[in-house]
């Protein structure tokens, strides 16, 4: 299987050395739900999907859980979260005030990685093949924002294969 890519234009006249050139960006095809984790987890192992599910299904909220009590919570194979801040600096430490000066909470997250020669490569990345979209091939356009779907289509042909960059 491959990471798909469609092509694109930049059209934004502000990015001077950018604009008029063609990019390629990643292509979200479908999306894959907790049941569907768990029929694969269980093709891969001895547990059964009910009792997968159920672990999978406790698995954000005990995340959650932990990184609200400033922990740090490693995956293998994954990545590692943790919670951190935006502030507005203060002039001296005594007018740093947490409800003035916090302005928001972000997730981090930190996928794992590990040496390979003498780069280093991301576990999810490793192996990946990038090919262009097919022509006619369904895809969604996420809106990451606002979260909405929409079928889109676009065309395609190629693939090779592309590690990540150091």
């Known amino acids: 299987m491959s990471l798909f890519i469609k092509k694109y234009q930049n059209n934004n006249k502000e990015m001077k050395n950018a604009y008029g050139k063609w ?3 990643a292509v979200i095809m479908d999306k894959v739900q907790i049941e569907d984790l768990a ?3 269980e093709d891969n192992c001895t547990v ?3 009792d997968i599910l159920a672990v999978l299904s406790e698995l954000g ?3 959650k859980k932990e990184v609200q009590r400033s922990l740090k919570v490693t995956i293998p194979y994954l990545g590692s979260f943790k919670l951190g801040v935006r ?3 203060a002039e001296t430490m005594e007018e740093f005030d947490i409800k003035k000066n916090v302005k928001g909470v972000r ?6 990685t590990k040496a390979d020669g003498n780069r280093m490569v991301k576990e999810l990345t490793r192996g990946v093949r990038v090919a262009e979209l097919p022509k006619n091939a369904t895809y969604l356009e996420e809106d990451d924002e606002a979260g909405t779907d929409s079928g889109q289509q676009q065309g395609g042909g190629t693939s090779g294969s592309v590690e990540e960059q150091p």
Do not use: N, Q
């Open 39 to 41: 029929s694969e987890i």
């Open 61 to 63: 909220p005990a995340i």
């Open 23 to 25: 990019y390629g960006r």
């Open 107 to 112: 997730v981090l997250f930190y996928p794992e």
């Open 87 to 89: 502030t507005t600096g």
């Open 48 to 50: 059964k999907r009910a």
